[in-house]
């Protein structure tokens, strides 16, 4: 049997989402609008499948969005497949504030490892808070000034990279039914490279039935958000997130590692008027906050839960031991709680083996925070095999 043929023969039974991002609030620029803008986003897709739909979001807009048109295509054969993305037959759609729209379904094979190349053009005044900023070797954009959704090549001149993502929210694929989602969930950690390299290592490793599905913003946190524009970047927080971003078709587990910027975002209003110690948690409202809007939701969507163990933060600005002892024990009961099916301990995968306090060597990123690229490459090289 040819090649062609086998591809022909197989099943494809169901959707499964191969490519996604939460959606939060841009951070708050004295510039909020565009006009006559071109984004382009490469996706790869790690198994293959007979049709594609997308999920455009407008959740943290406050107008609408309209979307004068959106194509697809395939990286090495851009002319001849590139496809236009319809909402009931429309080209042109509009995304209300605060809500989300699925286009139509196209027939579009793609193979396991196709890149594709999503645009989108805006020729109206658009309101550019729906997005969010992810980093990653899998995770690039560009934006042109002009109409370029349908070309092949964007203009060198007009065009630049961005790593944030606006709008495009989530991308599922018609596929074979051995094929599922894996949720990484969370916060700059996770909004950043662990999961590109997760991808990575499960194409490497040859696996064809996984896709990793981020849903991750920086600086958000478990309990609380922030209103004011000086902070709004930071996003939702986890009990308005999370029952909106497990959307996602064909997910069979969630990795959630979420909670540091609780513990140390918190300064009192003398030094900071938008961080008072009343936002500092206790080691119980955290363990509520994941039993409660966490575990419980995911059990409702039946997804196996793991939990991911907090980074070292010594030497990060607001370090005391106050809150160090609070992420330890965190993580000691991330560790061993029943709640969770399994623990994944980044942690333990980053950390200095003789000062548990900070990142091992070369594994600092220089904030005392966040991973090095290394660092990144450990934490996804941790997580079990059977995820992936």
């Not at 996604?20 to 790869?44: C, F, H, M, Q, V």
């Not at 005044?125 to 070797?137: D, H, V, Y």
């Not at 964007?154 to 074979?176: A, M």
Request: aromatic share 12%; charged share 25%.
């Amino acid at each position: 049997m040819t090649e062609t043929e086998n591809k022909n023969k197989r099943a494809y039974t169901k959707w499964v989402s191969c490519w996604g991002n939460a959606t939060s609030i841009t951070d708050r620029k004295e510039a909020t609008y565009s006009k006559n803008l071109t984004l382009r986003y490469p996706i790869e897709i790690p198994f293959g499948g007979d049709k594609l739909r997308f999920r455009f979001s407008n959740l943290t807009g406050t107008e609408d969005v309209k979307l004068t048109k959106a194509f697809v295509a395939l990286k090495t054969d851009f002319c001849r497949s590139l496809t236009p993305i319809t909402f009931n037959g429309e080209t042109t759609a509009v995304i209300q504030p605060g809500k989300e729209l699925e286009s139509d379904e196209m027939e579009f094979r793609v193979e396991a490892y196709d890149t594709v190349e999503v645009s989108m053009y805006f020729a109206d005044f658009t309101q550019m808070n729906a997005g969010t900023l992810i980093t990653g070797p899998l995770s690039k954009g560009q934006y042109s000034y002009g109409d370029y959704a349908s070309a092949e090549t964007l203009p060198l001149d007009l065009t630049r990279h961005t790593q944030w993502f606006y709008f495009l929210n989530t991308i599922d694929v018609h596929t074979e039914e051995k094929n599922h989602a894996l949720i990484c969930y969370g916060d700059s950690i996770t909004a950043q490279s662990w999961p590109d390299w997760l991808a990575i290592r499960a194409r490497e490793k040859g696996s064809h039935n996984v896709a990793v599905i981020r849903r991750a913003v920086s600086g958000t946190r478990i309990l609380r958000q922030y209103d004011c524009i000086t902070y709004q970047a930071y996003g939702l927080k986890g009990a308005t997130r999370f029952p909106i971003e497990m959307n996602v078709e064909g997910a069979t587990d969630v990795i959630i590692q979420h909670g540091i910027n609780d513990i140390i975002h918190p300064v009192g209003t003398d030094v900071n008027p938008f961080r008072p110690w009343s936002d500092m948690p206790t080691l119980t409202d955290l363990q509520q906050g994941v039993e409660d809007i966490y575990v419980s939701y995911a059990r409702k969507l039946k997804l196996n839960v793991w939990s991911g163990t907090l980074l070292p933060i010594l030497g990060w600005r607001t370090y005391n031991e106050e809150r160090n002892t609070l992420r330890e024990k965190f993580n000691d009961w991330l560790r061993r709680s029943p709640l969770f099916d399994g623990c994944i301990d980044f942690d333990k995968a980053v950390r200095r083996a003789d000062s548990p306090k900070a990142f091992a060597e070369g594994f600092d990123s220089g904030d005392h925070l966040h991973p090095s690229e290394t660092a990144y490459k450990a934490m996804a090289d941790c997580v079990p095999q059977e995820l992936i």
